[in-house]
């Protein structure tokens, strides 16, 4: 799972050379790694030996090598297309690659969308950005052919409880604050235009998180339609 930086720096400080990777079972375990002393903020790192890591054209990873598994056993829907004819697996995450030739995770293939326009969105880009503020504990994009985009958040009352004293309005002027600073590295067809705060957090119970924590998109826009339309009108 998601480590951040600042923990990485913790241990490098302590003397502890902790090393950022990224694998899955299909490939055996790791597929990249972060090299002792080349640490960079967000990667996972640089490809393993014995294994080939490229970027497609539309940045998902793919990775192929004598650890990476050939096939499914009796493969269906999905898992039938995850490998190509060249050899290739196409692993659905998207990455960016550095200069450095450093890798980073920046969303899920299948979470894309496109707005009204056309363009393409990976919602998990911009929500880890509001996951870096701490007054957050939720950021939820919406977006999906419309005509901009908006965000459901659920404020950190656990690791700040000091927030539960704030007024509605006092609520509203720091989210809008948290938005305008996320904004700044957006492009402009990916910025936040409207918000709301959620009453409370997206769960499992209503059936909007996964086992692993993640978001299912179509039940959370279904749970909380009625929120999301307002932002619309």
């Known amino acids: 799972g998601?480590?951040?930086?600042?923990?990485?720096?913790?241990?490098?400080?302590?003397?502890?050379?902790?090393?950022?990777?990224?694998?899955?079972?299909?490939?055996?375990?790791?597929?990249?790694?972060?090299?002792?002393?080349?640490?960079?903020?967000?990667?996972?790192?640089?490809?393993?030996?014995?294994?080939?890591?490229?970027?497609?054209?539309?940045?998902?990873?793919?990775?192929?090598?004598?650890?990476?598994?050939?096939?499914?056993?009796?493969?269906?829907?999905?898992?039938?297309?995850?490998?190509?004819?060249?050899?290739?697996?196409?692993?659905?995450?998207?990455?960016?690659?550095?200069?450095?030739?450093?890798?980073?995770?920046?969303?899920?293939?299948?979470?894309?969308?496109?707005?009204?326009?056309?363009?393409?969105?990976?919602?998990?880009?911009?929500?880890?950005?509001?996951?870096?503020?701490?007054?957050?504990?939720?950021?939820f994009l919406v977006g999906d052919h419309r005509e901009y985009n908006t965000l459901l958040v659920w404020p950190n009352y656990e690791g700040r409880p000091e927030l539960r004293t704030l007024g509605a309005e006092e609520m509203q002027h720091l989210v809008s604050s948290l938005v305008a600073s996320a904004n700044r590295f957006l492009a402009p067809f990916e910025r936040v235009v409207a918000f709301r705060v959620l009453d409370r957090a997206l769960d499992a119970d209503h059936g909007e998180l996964t086992h692993k924590g993640s978001f299912k998109r179509d039940v959370v826009e279904k749970n909380w339609k009625k929120l999301i339309d307002g932002m619309y009108q």
């Open 2 to 139: 998601y480590l951040d930086p600042v923990v990485f720096r913790a241990f490098h400080r302590a003397g502890v050379e902790l090393c950022s990777g990224y694998g899955m079972t299909e490939a055996t375990g790791g597929i990249t790694m972060t090299p002792p002393g080349e640490y960079v903020d967000g990667s996972i790192g640089k490809p393993l030996p014995g294994i080939e890591c490229v970027r497609a054209e539309d940045g998902e990873l793919l990775i192929r090598g004598a650890y990476v598994s050939p096939g499914y056993f009796k493969p269906e829907g999905e898992e039938a297309e995850a490998h190509d004819a060249e050899g290739w697996f196409h692993t659905g995450d998207l990455v960016s690659i550095d200069s450095e030739g450093h890798f980073r995770i920046t969303g899920r293939k299948k979470e894309i969308y496109k707005n009204r326009a056309g363009q393409t969105i990976a919602p998990q880009r911009v929500e880890n950005l509001f996951r870096d503020f701490d007054d957050l504990s939720q950021s």
